[in-house]
């Protein structure tokens, strides 16, 4: 299986500062198609996960564009231009290349 | 807006078979791939497995011998089934929809407890 391994585990931002988390993958994620199979989300406290980015960079509908992704075949980075108070919760990266899918341990941020 | 509600018991003792159906309202079953995923304390998120809608799937080999998906496009809904279930399929299941291999439509979550 692949292995999604993020860092920092956790990380505290004040408002209006960046943030940034890395992933990254035991294998490429890079397709022959150019593509790199790597999602993130956020899961807000209490609820489901929500689609952030899709195929390493691709923002999701809906969601504001101070979430960015980018990375090359076995690390990738998602980085809040701005923390917002609502940007509270867990982030995950995910890899879809390969079956069976996988998921990082986890992100979470807090506020200062 | 395509909207994922699971629903099932929510309190299963340990050998007993775990039954969870997903209704879609706002779209149909007849499209895209429809997948479980689950999320426990000390696993975190795992992916469990998808149909497609013309009925091809795809289970993680972990549950592979456990695990069974299906559709029943007359009641546009998806379906899980789990047999003998322990503790370690305590977790909450979502119901997700796959489309253009991303993740991008999640159900609110069905929570299982397993008891001995």
């Known amino acids: 299986d692949i292995v999604m391994t993020q860092s920092p585990l956790s990380l505290s931002v004040t408002p209006g500062e960046p943030a940034s988390i890395s992933c990254r993958s035991s294998?490429?994620?890079?397709?022959?198609?150019?593509?790199?199979?790597v999602d993130w989300f956020l899961q807000r406290p209490g609820q489901s996960p929500q689609l952030l980015i899709g195929?390493?960079?691709t923002r999701a509908s809906g969601v504001p564009d101070r979430f960015s992704g980018s990375g090359s075949g076995t690390d990738f980075t998602l980085k809040i231009s701005r923390v917002e108070a609502e940007d509270v919760g867990v982030y995950y990266c995910?890899?879809?290349?390969?079956?069976?899918?996988?998921f990082g341990q986890g992100t979470k941020l807090e506020i200062k | 807006q395509v909207k994922l509600q699971e629903s099932g018991p929510g309190l299963l003792k340990s050998s007993e078979t775990l039954s969870l159906t997903c209704r879609v309202s706002?779209?149909?079953?007849?499209?895209?791939?429809w997948s479980w995923i689950r999320q426990s304390p000390g696993k975190g998120l795992e992916w469990i497995g998808y149909?497609?809608?013309?009925?091809?799937?795809n289970y993680n080999p972990s549950l592979k011998s456990r695990v069974t998906i299906s559709l029943d496009t007359s009641k546009n809904q998806i379906s899980l089934n789990l047999t003998s279930v322990t503790a370690a399929d305590t977790a909450v299941y979502f119901c997700?929809?796959?489309?253009?291999?991303?993740?991008?439509?999640w159900g609110q979550g069905a929570t299982v407890t397993v008891s001995s």
């Open positions: 995910m890899q879809t290349l390969e079956s069976p899918y996988t």
């Open positions: 149909i497609y809608y013309i009925g091809t799937t």
């Open positions: 294998q490429s994620l890079l397709h022959l198609n150019g593509y790199k199979y």
């Open positions: 706002g779209g149909s079953v007849s499209s895209h791939y």
């Open positions: 997700v929809r796959l489309r253009l291999s991303s993740f991008d439509v």
């Open positions: 195929l390493g960079s």
